[in-house]
């Protein structure tokens, strides 16, 4: 069984922040990277951060680089994405997903499982 569990999505003003949590069990556990993407309405799936579960190595999206920030906690197979200095434009779904390769970390069809999503919205 795999299971990816997104929490912590909500509303915010611009300028906010919020900390979105992805908890991984079953088969997730033992990827190597965990990512996050986000799809606004309309819009294609968009790679947001990556991060592998070994060494802590991190990948950022070029419209998050500096305002977002992924950690993750190998004891409770979490993963943590800050996202500061949130703009309406940052408004979607966001989802996290578990790969087994960190080859492509910004191509969706790279990870095999995901998780059901959260929303985020920015006000402006």
């Known amino acids: 069984q795999v299971q990816l569990v997104e929490s912590g999505g909500g509303l915010v003003q611009a300028g906010g922040s919020l900390k979105l949590s992805c908890a991984a069990s079953g088969r997730a556990v033992s990827s190597s990277v965990m990512g996050w993407f986000r799809q606004a309405p309309g819009k294609q799936r968009e790679f947001v951060a990556a991060?592998?579960?070994?060494?802590?190595?991190?990948w950022n999206g070029d419209s998050v680089k500096g305002r977002f920030t992924l950690s993750r906690d190998n004891a409770k197979t979490t993963v943590y994405l800050q996202m500061n200095s949130l703009k309406p434009e940052d408004t979607a779904v966001y989802y996290c997903?578990?790969?087994?390769?960190?080859?492509?970390?910004?191509?969706?069809?790279?990870?095999?499982?995901w998780g059901q999503g959260t929303q985020v919205t920015v006000s402006s």
């Open positions: 991060i592998t579960w070994s060494c802590g190595s991190t």
């Open positions: 997903a578990a790969g087994d390769s960190v080859r492509r970390v910004y191509v969706p069809t790279q990870y095999n499982y």
